[in-house]
């Protein structure tokens, strides 16, 4: 069973920054599209940042310039480096691995780590 374990979240100032990790079981980092998400109080769940396993990445428009992630295979590792931080920005973060395999759709989900925005 792959399990994901994010770290990294807390409380920080607006501007200031944090580094998500989302440490996986098992090597899956290198052959899985890499996701993060996050929930706020009140909203639905939506998709943050997003790398494929071909180097590509895509981002919440909300995001754009101010999160990168990355991915370290040979640490079964995935990173969303959060600059520019918006009181906006809180919420609880999720690391999500999936992908489509002899036509079946695997996805994981990790617990949530969370990240609060505030003066």
């Known amino acids: 069973q792959v399990q994901l374990v994010e770290s990294g979240g807390g409380l920080v100032q607006p501007g200031g920054s944090l580094r998500l990790s989302c440490a996986a079981s098992?090597?899956?980092?290198?052959?899985?599209?890499m996701a993060w998400y996050r929930q706020a109080p009140g909203k639905s769940r939506e998709l943050v940042a997003v790398?494929?396993?071909?180097?590509?990445?895509n981002y919440a428009d909300s995001v754009k310039g101010r999160f990168t992630i990355s991915r370290d295979n040979a640490k079964n590792t995935a990173y969303l480096q959060m600059n520019s931080l918006k009181f906006e920005d809180t919420a609880v973060y999720y690391c999500?691995?999936?992908?489509?395999?002899?036509?079946?759709?695997?996805?994981?989900w990790g617990q949530g780590t969370q990240v609060t925005v505030s003066s």
């Open positions: 999500n691995a999936a992908r489509l395999w002899l036509g079946l759709p695997y996805n994981y």
């Open positions: 098992g090597s899956i980092v290198s052959d899985y599209t």
């Open positions: 790398a494929t396993t071909g180097g590509s990445t």
